[in-house]
């Protein structure tokens, strides 16, 4: 009965990574169909080829680093059974999560004070790839900062610890997923405009 139920366990585990896996690899598709065509974009006639990232974008590539190795902070503090430790970094990383958000707002007010919209008179096709792309992006992280949230209440009610740590890990993975892509989508905007 008991080896049932460790497999059972085993199985109903290896169906929940997969299935964040699986959600994971569709992101990652829905992006690079993005990048795609803002590369197939670049060579129209109206691509604008001086445009300048935000200062605020590298700013919030720090920020998003950071808020990573809280969580991984966060997870050898609760496997070490170090529960403040684990609070503060994982508060830390919320905080940082949403002051990464705030920034992405700055930069998009930034690209706004060089003249270019996402839509109208005074929009571009530059532009409005880079809003599209950084917002969903951002919409992406929003929805990181409510697992981060999730994962900050269940360690509260004191379900995670060493052995028992899914729905941390889950989580985790997550949110290192959207902070990779960030990333990769900052060096990408880096190596397309620079």
């Known amino acids: 009965m008991a080896i049932e139920n460790k497999s059972a366990e085993e199985k109903h585990i290896r169906a929940r990574k997969m299935m964040l896996w699986f959600g994971i690899i569709s ?38 680093i950071l808020s990573s190795v809280l969580v991984v902070l966060a997870k050898k503090a609760i496997l070490n059974n170090q529960r403040s430790l684990a609070t503060n970094t994982l508060l830390g990383a919320f905080l940082l999560g949403v002051i ?16 270019y919209y996402f839509t109208g008179n005074a929009s571009n096709v530059t532009a409005s790839y880079i809003y599209i792309i950084a917002f969903l992006h951002v919409v992406h992280i929003f929805s990181g900062i409510i697992v981060l ?22 989580g985790a993975t997550f949110w290192h997923f959207v902070d990779v892509l960030w990333l990769l989508l900052f060096f990408f905007f880096l190596y397309f405009l620079g």
Not at 100 to 115: A, C, N, S
């Open 100 to 115: 990464f958000i705030v920034m992405q707002f700055l930069g998009f007010q930034e690209i706004t004070e060089q003249g």
């Open 27 to 64: 992101l990652s598709m829905s992006f690079a169909g993005l990048l795609s065509a803002f590369i197939v974009s670049s060579s129209r006639p109206d691509w604008v080829d001086d445009f300048v990232i935000p200062t605020y974008f590298t700013f919030s590539t720090f920020v998003i």
């Open 149 to 170: 949230g999730v994962v900050i209440y269940n360690h509260f009610k004191k379900r995670y610890r060493s052995g028992q740590i899914l729905g941390f890990e889950l």
